[in-house]
């Protein structure tokens, strides 16, 4: 697919300018804003500064060895690690994962016991958690969430890879995930051992926080799609491939689907 910049529309669906701050290699200047809004009420804590402690998260590192991250927000356990960047019980993490191999943080049930989340409407809410990329992961990179009804056994699996490629570098953003995209693969949040595990399948370095779900909120701006699919853009006249991807074309991994310039135009 090719598209005159020259015109200054790159007119694809979706996701704000704050989704693209700092992403792209290209002339255009995207400001780094931070979208991250105070919690709503009808909020249920999975983990941050006001959660309860009915879930913990722990690491598991690419030899599939988990370990519980400790009251202080810190980990080591092989190619992964933790550390608290806000300095609060439940504060915000700094997640690395190295050697370029998989590795995954999971909030799973404190006395590793099913639960009922008590959600009052799976198919209007969303998974939300803060999230700041630090280091842009590879192309080929797979970044992904799943849930848990069984130890081991994922249930959905909704791509993070466009997000964290259209969020590198920029300010903390929020990522709002429908529920559906889990119940519909057999997430039952009235028998939930881990709501929340995130997958990546090589290094990773990101700051991750505040993961909640949210009811009524499908509808917000920005909620991420359960699957996603783009292609390259090269710029006529250019013979190199932009570093930008478009969301919704036949097939790739995408980054980002919308593209603002600075005059305001799409």
Not at 54 to 70: H, R
Not at 87 to 96: A, P
Not at 210 to 236: F, G, M, Q, W, Y
Request: charged share 20%.
């Amino acid at each position: 697919m090719e598209i005159n910049i020259n015109k200054k529309a790159l007119i694809v669906s979706g996701l704000s300018l704050s989704l693209l701050a700092g992403c792209l290699d290209d002339p255009y200047h995207y400001p780094e804003e931070e979208v991250v809004p105070p919690p709503p009420s009808n909020t249920s804590k999975i983990y941050g500064p006001e959660s309860d402690g009915t879930f913990a998260l722990s690491v598991i590192d690419k030899d599939a060895l988990q370990a519980p991250i400790n009251t202080e927000g810190f980990v080591s356990q092989g190619n992964v690690s933790t550390s608290n960047i806000s300095g609060q019980t439940q504060g915000n993490l700094n997640l690395r994962i190295t050697e370029s191999a998989a590795a995954r943080l999971v909030a799973h049930s404190s006395n590793s016991a099913n639960l009922d989340m008590d959600i009052a409407d799976p198919a209007t809410s969303t998974l939300q958690f803060a999230l700041r990329v630090m280091d842009k992961p590879a192309v080929d990179q797979d970044i992904y969430l799943t849930t848990q009804r069984e130890d081991g056994i994922d249930l959905g699996k909704v791509s993070l890879t466009s997000a964290v490629m259209a969020y590198t570098g920029a300010a903390p953003q929020t990522v709002k995930v429908p529920l559906s995209c889990f119940t519909d693969a057999g997430m039952d949040y009235s028998d939930t051992l881990a709501p929340f595990v995130l997958h990546s399948s090589s290094n990773l370095n990101v700051d991750i926080g505040d993961i909640r779900v949210v009811t009524n909120s499908v509808e917000e701006d920005h909620v991420l799609a359960c699957h996603t699919a783009s292609t390259l853009v090269k710029p006529d006249g250019d013979t190199n491939v932009s570093k930008m991807f478009v969301i919704d074309a036949p097939d790739g991994q995408g980054w980002a689907s919308a593209l603002y310039m600075d005059d305001g135009r799409q």
